[in-house]
């Protein structure tokens, strides 16, 4: 492990008792958590500080981390969420030129557990095979028998509510002389609030806890259903919410986002065996045919019409939701899971993916300006 610092000997325990040993890297000590992993080369400092990693470990596949620095303007939230990070080489570079400091006195000063010198193949192998599951950053002194008690206490992901974890305080507002965008904040990225501002949009976040009422006396434009961490299937206060919204106003949703107006509309939604996340999927837009390469986190997903898993056959699929008519509009072309849908009768549509790509490639932008185009004209 790259740095002067002596750093002590530690293990990731999971909760299925498999052990990876390997040297602590952060300053938090020990961790426990959901056990994830995330493909992206790069953005490990927008990654670990995404709202919707709270409440999870994440493991990074790309075996070099922290080479480039970290620095304010990769902040995708105010402070770091995921509970803890396990890499293969922690690195403390600051090559970039914008960088303000080291990963690894980051991570310290942070007070974040975090490891290196893991075997992050083998992990990342048993996660795929055995799915996403509860495990800890410990140090090496502390006995497995007290590990696997710490990690069984862990609660588990599936009916996990952690978007009132992550909401804003009270109502945050920004000016723009556009359509005004009223966000319901489960965990929203700075970068979305960015592209929302780079189209001149007022943007007003209200917490989580809004009611439909309070939501609609903001007088928007569009309402967005932002990311967050968490089961879906935990928030049925935002889900109330956001049923006394469709059809009253032109609604739209990102990852978290989306499956909640998914089941607003009254589709449901199950938990992927290790979920997507990493910034390398390919997604094809079923009304363009255009595939993009997108950047993406969760863990859970909205089930197709006929009560499976996956889309099965390449023709339309459709939904009669309580809402009328929707339709499946993106694809994962991994797995064949729902990546976004339209509602054909009320004003709505959301993507699973992250076209902000903060971080990642930004083949998907364009959907920003797809979302304001449901915006009526004055």
Not at 87 to 99: H, L, T
Not at 102 to 130: K, S
Not at 289 to 312: K, L, M
Request: charged share 25%; with cysteine; proline share 5%.
């Amino acid at each position: 492990m790259s740095g002067q610092t002596v750093r002590p000997a530690g293990y990731v325990l999971l909760e299925d008792g498999t052990r990876f040993d390997g040297v602590l890297a952060g300053g938090g000590g020990e961790a426990t958590g959901e056990v994830v992993f995330n493909t992206s080369i790069t953005g490990y400092q927008e990654a670990v500080t995404d709202p919707s990693y709270a409440g999870q470990m994440i493991t990074f596949t790309y075996p070099l981390v922290g080479n480039y620095g970290v620095s304010a303007n990769s902040m995708e939230s105010d402070r770091v969420h995921a509970r803890g990070i396990v890499m293969r080489e922690a690195k403390n570079g600051e090559d970039a030129a914008d960088a303000e400091g080291g990963w690894l006195d980051w991570l310290d000063d942070c007070e974040i557990a975090a490891i290196g010198e893991v075997d992050t193949r083998t992990l990342v192998r048993h996660i795929r095979d055995r799915g996403a599951m509860r495990g800890g950053i410990f140090r090496a002194e502390v006995a497995e028998a007290d590990a696997r008690d710490r990690v069984a206490a862990e609660p588990a992901m599936s009916g996990a509510d952690l978007a009132h974890t992550v909401t804003s305080d009270g109502v945050v507002e920004f000016e723009g002389d556009g359509p005004h965008v009223v966000g319901i904040d489960t965990g929203i990225k700075h970068s979305i609030i960015r592209q929302f501002r780079e189209r001149d949009c007022r943007v007003t976040l209200l917490p989580c806890s809004a009611s439909g009422d309070e939501v609609l006396a903001r007088e928007p434009d569009l309402v967005f259903l932002a990311n967050g961490p968490g089961d879906p299937a935990a928030l049925d206060y935002v889900v109330d919410t956001v049923r006394g919204i469709v059809g009253e106003k032109p609604v739209v949703g990102i990852c978290l986002g989306h499956q909640l107006l998914c089941r607003a509309v009254g589709l449901e939604t199950f938990k992927l065996p290790f979920g997507h996340r990493g910034a390398n999927h390919p997604v094809k837009d079923l009304e363009t045919g255009r595939i993009d390469i997108t950047s993406q986190n969760h863990g859970f997903a909205v089930r197709p019409p006929d009560g499976g898993e996956t889309i099965a056959a390449d023709e339309p699929v459709r939904w009669e939701t309580d809402f009328g008519a929707a339709e499946l509009t993106h694809l994962n072309l991994y797995d064949r899971t729902v990546e976004g849908l339209a509602l054909r009768d009320v004003p709505g549509c959301t993507v699973q993916y992250h076209p902000e790509a903060g971080p990642g490639p930004h083949d998907a932008r364009y959907l920003f300006d797809r979302f304001l185009e449901l915006v009526e004209s004055p």
